[in-house]
């Protein structure tokens, strides 16, 4: 359940903002400055910890739990 999940690391907060903003995986590597693999890892590694099916949910959650 999201109360038992592990907070999200600085990263992958960035990238869920962008992911709030409506970025595309490539936006949001070049905002951040980071590869897209990096950016998708971050996503998955978020989404994996949410329990989340989509970016967007992983973003939404991250933002209700006060994490972004």
Aim: no cysteine; proline share 1%.
């Amino acid at each position: 359940s999201l109360h038992d999940a592990l907070p999200i690391s600085q990263r992958e907060a960035d990238v869920l903002r962008e992911v709030e903003r409506g970025g595309t995986i490539a936006d949001i590597a070049r905002t951040l400055g980071l590869s897209q693999g990096t950016v998708r890892n971050h996503v998955s590694s978020a989404m994996l910890k949410m329990e989340a099916r989509t970016r967007a949910e992983a973003a939404s959650l991250a933002r209700a739990a006060g994490w972004l």
